[in-house]
């Protein structure tokens, strides 16, 4: 069974059978999967962090658990092996080390929201950490982008009311990050039976989140280089969501196939992409990709919409939410911050530039010897893990100081900034990985 499931996966993804040996999805069907959620007699599916109870209504997809059942069982291993040998990351566990991504229980564990990012399927209402969602830094326009994080009714005559403002953020989907990120779910209908009277058409329909936007996804995984193509307009893919790095559809990266979702050591860890492309005058269509159903209260919000990936690089990525901490100096056009994801030619003295090629000058010389506490982005995608940093053609990026899920640090830096500022500092980590000669003193650089 386990060789038929990799051989049909890898037909699926136009792979060859081998490519599946280095991580793609493998197993036995039922290590994620129950035809009727029972088993003598008792329910098995598996719903929400540290469940322990089986619920009796089943879930989609014939799954055995859900997203965070699945990856956030809070074990004492980062990664967990199931019966018929699938691997699973963690994202939620009590292991001594960590994903590339962090660990969401740092969040829980250390009662601070500033440890990383607080999405509303780890975090429900009940919890204090809830209660502290707010914008995302360096947001676009609220009124433009709170409904698709929101808690959100929708009228009678089609308007939206906001009962709590980005309080649904999310890990896949609408209102997240992995997966198809398209608006709508099909199965939306118009609220008066008719598509062709447009003078009072609303359209009702539930946002895709959560196993929807993943849905085929695992079964066209693999690990490795990631040379995805640009988002474009369509229905949800699950092919398409395999091809972008770490299920993101459009985005470019390297998987580490030797410790697979870990950054070990200079040898051992992710390639990120960048590009240092300039943006000029910003619109919405710079993250939107128009749907064409006219299923949807605007193109933007229709059940074949979705999302770019800016550049295809990870801080593109990143400033879809977080637009105004982007900025490479190459930017020209309008000044209107609050819509343009730049800081202008001198963005590096109001907030810290991303995909912005490490100078080839100065203190920069030095960081050659790749450092894991402040990975770089490299604008050719690499086959596999280099030891080395180029200064003037590698990049900083966004998860040169953070990691995309949580740590231990306020501000889900990767290091502690607090030792560094002290000095307490055995190597030139973090900040100091770059700015080599920042935690010297002079008389000694």
Same mark, same amino acid.
């Given at each position: 069974m386990k060789k038929i499931f990799a051989i049909a996966a890898a037909a699926l993804i136009g792979l060859p059978s081998a490519a599946l040996a280095v991580g793609g999805i493998q197993g036995q069907c039922a290590d994620c999967h129950t035809m009727h959620n029972s088993e003598q007699g008792q329910p098995v599916a598996m719903v929400g962090l540290n469940a322990t109870t089986p619920s009796a209504q089943p879930i989609q997809n014939l799954l055995r658990m859900d997203c965070v059942a699945c990856h956030a069982q809070n074990t004492g291993n980062k990664t967990v092996l199931m019966d018929g040998g699938s691997i699973i990351p963690q994202v939620y566990h009590s292991d001594s080390s960590d994903l590339a991504a962090g660990n969401f229980a740092y969040i829980d564990t250390l009662g601070s929201t500033r440890k990383g990012h607080n999405v509303s399927d780890l975090f429900t209402g009940g919890d204090d950490n809830a209660k502290h969602y707010g914008s995302p830094p360096g947001k676009y326009y609220d009124h433009v982008h709170a409904p698709y994080f929101s808690d959100v009714t929708v009228n009678a005559d089609g308007s939206e009311t906001i009962n709590a403002a980005f309080s649904k953020f999310t890990c896949a989907g609408a209102a997240g990050c992995h997966g198809t990120r398209s608006n709508l #779910?099909?199965?939306t209908t118009n609220d008066n039976g008719t598509t062709t009277d447009? %003078? /009072? /058409?609303? &359209?009702?329909? %539930? @946002?895709r989140t959560g196993i929807a936007a993943v849905s085929? $996804?695992?079964h066209n995984s693999y690990d490795g280089k990631k040379d995805a193509a640009q988002n474009t307009v369509g229905l949800h893919d699950g092919a398409k969501v395999a $091809?972008?790095?770490r299920f993101i559809p459009g985005l470019?990266? %390297?998987g580490n196939t030797a410790a697979r979702w870990q950054n070990v050591d200079a040898s051992s860890h992710n390639e990120y992409f960048g590009a240092q492309v300039g943006a000029t005058n910003a619109s919405c269509n710079s993250c939107h990709v128009p749907g064409v159903s006219g299923f949807g209260i605007s193109a933007r919000m229709s059940i074949d919409s979705t999302l770019l990936v800016p550049n295809q690089s990870m801080s593109g990525f990143c400033i879809t939410c977080h637009g105004n901490f982007h900025s490479t100096g190459l930017e020209t056009g309008g000044t209107n911050q609050d819509r343009n994801p730049y800081n202008g030619t001198s963005g590096a &003295? #109001? @907030?810290?530039?991303s995909d912005y090629v490490i100078p080839n000058r100065g203190e920069y010389v030095a960081y050659? $010897?790749?450092n894991i506490t402040a990975p770089v982005a490299r604008t050719t995608l690499l086959d596999a893990a280099s030891p080395t940093v180029t200064p003037g053609t590698d990049l900083v990026m966004c998860l040169s100081c953070h990691q995309a899920h949580a740590t231990e640090f306020d501000g889900m830096l990767r290091f502690d900034y607090a030792q560094i500022l002290a000095g307490n500092t055995a190597s030139q980590n973090g900040c100091l990985a770059c700015h080599t000669t920042k935690g010297v003193a002079p008389d000694l650089r």
């Amino acid at each position: 069974m386990k060789k038929i499931f990799a051989i049909a996966a890898a037909a699926l993804i136009g792979l060859p059978s081998a490519a599946l040996a280095v991580g793609g999805i493998q197993g036995q069907c039922a290590d994620c999967h129950t035809m009727h959620n029972s088993e003598q007699g008792q329910p098995v599916a598996m719903v929400g962090l540290n469940a322990t109870t089986p619920s009796a209504q089943p879930i989609q997809n014939l799954l055995r658990m859900d997203c965070v059942a699945c990856h956030a069982q809070n074990t004492g291993n980062k990664t967990v092996l199931m019966d018929g040998g699938s691997i699973i990351p963690q994202v939620y566990h009590s292991d001594s080390s960590d994903l590339a991504a962090g660990n969401f229980a740092y969040i829980d564990t250390l009662g601070s929201t500033r440890k990383g990012h607080n999405v509303s399927d780890l975090f429900t209402g009940g919890d204090d950490n809830a209660k502290h969602y707010g914008s995302p830094p360096g947001k676009y326009y609220d009124h433009v982008h709170a409904p698709y994080f929101s808690d959100v009714t929708v009228n009678a005559d089609g308007s939206e009311t906001i009962n709590a403002a980005f309080s649904k953020f999310t890990c896949a989907g609408a209102a997240g990050c992995h997966g198809t990120r398209s608006n709508l #779910l099909s199965g939306t209908t118009n609220d008066n039976g008719t598509t062709t009277d447009t %003078t /009072d /058409d609303f &359209f009702e329909g %539930t @946002r895709r989140t959560g196993i929807a936007a993943v849905s085929g $996804a695992h079964h066209n995984s693999y690990d490795g280089k990631k040379d995805a193509a640009q988002n474009t307009v369509g229905l949800h893919d699950g092919a398409k969501v395999a $091809a972008g790095y770490r299920f993101i559809p459009g985005l470019k990266g %390297t998987g580490n196939t030797a410790a697979r979702w870990q950054n070990v050591d200079a040898s051992s860890h992710n390639e990120y992409f960048g590009a240092q492309v300039g943006a000029t005058n910003a619109s919405c269509n710079s993250c939107h990709v128009p749907g064409v159903s006219g299923f949807g209260i605007s193109a933007r919000m229709s059940i074949d919409s979705t999302l770019l990936v800016p550049n295809q690089s990870m801080s593109g990525f990143c400033i879809t939410c977080h637009g105004n901490f982007h900025s490479t100096g190459l930017e020209t056009g309008g000044t209107n911050q609050d819509r343009n994801p730049y800081n202008g030619t001198s963005g590096a &003295f #109001l @907030r810290h530039p991303s995909d912005y090629v490490i100078p080839n000058r100065g203190e920069y010389v030095a960081y050659t $010897a790749y450092n894991i506490t402040a990975p770089v982005a490299r604008t050719t995608l690499l086959d596999a893990a280099s030891p080395t940093v180029t200064p003037g053609t590698d990049l900083v990026m966004c998860l040169s100081c953070h990691q995309a899920h949580a740590t231990e640090f306020d501000g889900m830096l990767r290091f502690d900034y607090a030792q560094i500022l002290a000095g307490n500092t055995a190597s030139q980590n973090g900040c100091l990985a770059c700015h080599t000669t920042k935690g010297v003193a002079p008389d000694l650089r």
